[in-house]
């Protein structure tokens, strides 16, 4: 199948098009994860001062180099991680497009990719318009428990990579040590690629910690581990995010990002130093903030007969819907914007698996007065 086949038959995804019904309606948009909580304040400032001052040409294509060095001496703070700011770091086009350079500069046309369900979209259709073959191993609520004989049956002759995302979006799994531990010894014994999302890794719950996997036995030389700046200072539309690798793996997905986005943005790129300098209490405050409006939601959830799966990280839930008697999960979405004007995303654009058809996913990165609001219509079913 040509490119152009492989795009056409991708369609807008039901999270955009639940956030375009919600606005059509003046609803409240707990569906896409857009984050509208304010900047920061030194990361406003500091990329307001690159634009006053005219910071605006190009970039090297894996970022500029105080950015690099300050994620290089963020990821020894945070994780013990020593990485090399010059040859293992690249500054990317927010998450999504290190995942796209990463799969680009690895994988080829053909290859299979295992995905765990519920999966985040971008992921899915990521690996489909590049030609890739995704092959999806279930978790379900509530524990979202890795199915090992699963994954072990996943894995087939053309098995090149295995993609993780911790704190998951959708299901807000955070993956436990001896889980990372088990997927260490998986990906060397099988000679695969791990890619990690860990967008999310501040935004973990009642004391989780988030633990990389590259940090766990011998997985870092198999690892590309993604995150950014999006979620961690609100600023899901800047597009800032980057990845370490292996440097021989960086070089070549330096290679992909400059194919694919030139640079990421310039003045943007020197904000990210600035956010990178907050005091550590206000990364510990990401969390403690999050969990209050969790903690929001998932009571009017519960109160509603709309059984939340608690999540411990990330910043969405999966409840259960059936209790709306909807034939469907996009029905019963369509059925809570319609009824109460509160948007969400059916369990079907994270899952193959039947068990998608009972849920709906809900995004609780909203001020405090909306999500009350929210909390009250949903109480009102």
Request: glycine share 8%; net charge negative.
């Amino acid at each position: 199948m040509r490119i152009g086949q492989r795009l056409s038959s991708l369609v807008i995804s039901d999270i955009r098009a639940m956030s375009r019904a919600c606005e059509a309606v003046g609803g409240i948009n707990l569906g896409q994860g857009v984050c509208d909580l304010p900047t920061p304040p030194p990361v406003a400032r500091a990329a307001n001062a690159a634009i006053d001052a005219s910071v605006a040409i190009y970039t090297a294509p894996e970022g500029i180099l105080p950015l690099r060095q300050a994620i290089a001496a963020d990821l020894k703070k945070r994780y013990g991680r020593d990485v090399d700011p010059a040859s293992e770091v690249v500054v990317t086009s927010g998450a999504t497009g290190a995942f796209a350079a990463a799969c680009l500069a690895l994988l080829d046309p053909g290859d299979e990719v295992i995905l765990f369900e519920p999966y985040y979209g971008y992921h899915l259709n990521t690996i489909l318009a590049l030609g890739l073959v995704p092959v999806l191993v279930p978790t379900r609520p509530p524990s979202w428990e890795i199915d090992r004989e699963a994954f072990a049956r996943a894995i087939g002759p053309r098995t090149r990579a295995v993609v993780v995302c911790t704190p998951s979006n959708p299901s807000g799994k955070v993956w436990s040590e001896e889980e990372l531990d088990w997927l260490a010894d998986a990906i060397e014994g099988h000679d695969l690629v791990a890619i990690t999302d860990e967008i999310y890794e501040h935004i973990v719950f009642d004391g989780q910690k988030h633990v990389p996997l590259a940090t766990r036995k011998h997985a870092r030389d198999r690892t590309v581990s993604i995150s950014g700046f999006s979620k961690t200072f609100a600023v899901t539309g800047w597009r800032c995010g980057y990845l370490t690798a292996p440097a021989d793996a960086a070089r070549r997905i330096t290679v992909a990002h400059d194919l694919l986005y030139v640079c990421a943005p310039t003045p943007l790129q020197h904000a990210m130093v600035a956010g990178l300098g907050m005091p550590d209490e206000y990364f510990a405050s990401i969390g403690q903030s999050y969990q209050k409006k969790r903690d929001i939601l998932c009571s009017a959830l519960a109160d509603a007969g709309l059984t939340p799966y608690v999540p411990r990280g990330a910043y969405y839930v999966l409840a259960d819907i059936r209790r709306l008697g909807a034939p469907t999960a996009k029905a019963a979405a369509m059925l809570l914007l319609e009824r109460i004007r509160i948007a969400s995303v059916p369990g079907t654009s994270f899952y193959g698996d039947p068990v998608g058809e009972t849920l709906s996913r809900f995004c609780f990165a909203k001020e405090d007065d909306v999500l009350e609001e929210a909390a009250r219509r949903i109480r009102s079913l």
